[in-house]
């Protein structure tokens, strides 16, 4: 089926659901058609508030979908369509929506952050008129409806956290009623995240995306979307320098880059500023903290060794594929690997998988299995009592009982 004809059924089931548009842009970001019944207005807002242009200059490098966000609250998203060669051929969006209801309220007011901009009176009654018909939408939600959209272009499956985002720190407000929350399931992935931090672990990607899903930040209901994320970036890297100090990074190390990287927020005059800001320092304070953990005791192989074991926790890790990796002969490579770390690497390497379960017991819903299946153990009972050796409980007694 072609990508127009898979779009065409799903731009029915959005309209129908929640009046979402959908709009298809041509290489240059000249417009071909969309199904939006206030096209002329906007599509001179996707214009005239940056986002047109931050597509043009990033999704032709990107294979993945991404969000576009303005300061007054709109957000948009985007995948690409590519020829046969890997160019780019077409760029298909939706939205605009409201990610907060306090934002499209500013917006009816006429009170939306016009800054800068050289705006007519008539165009922004115009707008006003027209943000009365778009709806409020999670950003969780958004990011569904975007990977269906990027699934019927390119036929590709991904996940949420391959969706290009403004990252946890200042994700936008889902807006859900506080009852009806699980605060002890964002918690959960909120202590998984931070234990990323903790521990230096590079393969990070899965806790931060389930701790974005569950909760977008400080809870505002403030109509200046910019202010908003600003301060979502300045509590969220408060949130990681601490966990960075409790992992061995030092204090004053921890402070001063937590405090340039709060200022270079503060700094920020758009969304579109801000919206790598967040992963950057994430991605920073965990590189750090694995850098002064790693073991000046370990040589070079064995580290070589260690860092791939954590980098590959959802393979099946073989010392002699190790040994290959290191160039090293199987035999001498498991006896330096036992002297040096004190393990045998099949402990290692289980030792890890549970820390990782760990994690995910915590931070995902996903079954026993489910992770026994993810983390390449060769059956659930092994899984078990993998981890039933290394904490003392099995794995369901360890996701209900709130264990470290």
Known sequence: ???????????????????ISTWCYDANGELLFSNSG???????AFSSFGCRDWMLRHIGALSCPVYLGSAVGLMWGATGQRDETGALQ????LGPVF????????????????????????WKAQLVQAVRRLPVVTNVLLGRYLLM????????????SDITVPAAGFQPEAELPRTERDRNQVYAAERAMLDMV?????????????????????????????????????????MVSRAAIEGGLSPEEAYSLGDAYIQSGENA??????????????????????????????????????DYIELHLEERIRAADLARMAGYDEYYLTRLFKK????????????????????LLKSTRLSVQEIADKLAFSSRSYFIHSFRSVTGQTPTQWRGGGSN
């Open 1 to 19: 089926m072609p990508a127009e004809e898979n779009v065409r059924f799903l731009q029915e089931l959005l309209l129908l659901c929640d009046q």
């Open 38 to 44: 206030d096209e002329a207005v906007l599509n001179t």
């Open 90 to 93: 077409r760029v298909w969006v």
């Open 99 to 122: 990610y907060t209801s306090g934002s499209k309220r500013q917006m009816e007011l006429g009170r939306g952050d016009y800054q800068g901009l050289e705006l007519s009176v008539a």
């Open 149 to 160: 959209l990027h699934y019927a272009v390119t036929g590709q499956k991904l996940r949420y």
């Open 198 to 238: 903790r521990n230096g672990d590079l393969n990070y990607r899965e806790a931060l995306s389930n701790s974005v899903m569950l909760s977008s930040g400080v809870p505002l209901d403030a109509g200046d979307a910019l202010r908003k994320a600003k301060t979502n970036l300045a509590v969220f890297t408060t």
């Open 269 to 306: 005059r758009s969304l579109e500023e801000l919206i790598h800001l967040s992963p950057t320092m994430y991605d920073d304070f965990i590189r750090r903290v694995r850098r002064c953990r790693t073991n000046p005791r370990y040589s070079q192989a064995v580290q070589k060794c260690v």
């Open 340 to 359: 040096e770390t004190g393990l045998a690497v099949s402990d290692y390497v289980k030792f890890a998988k549970v820390e990782r379960a760990k994690v």
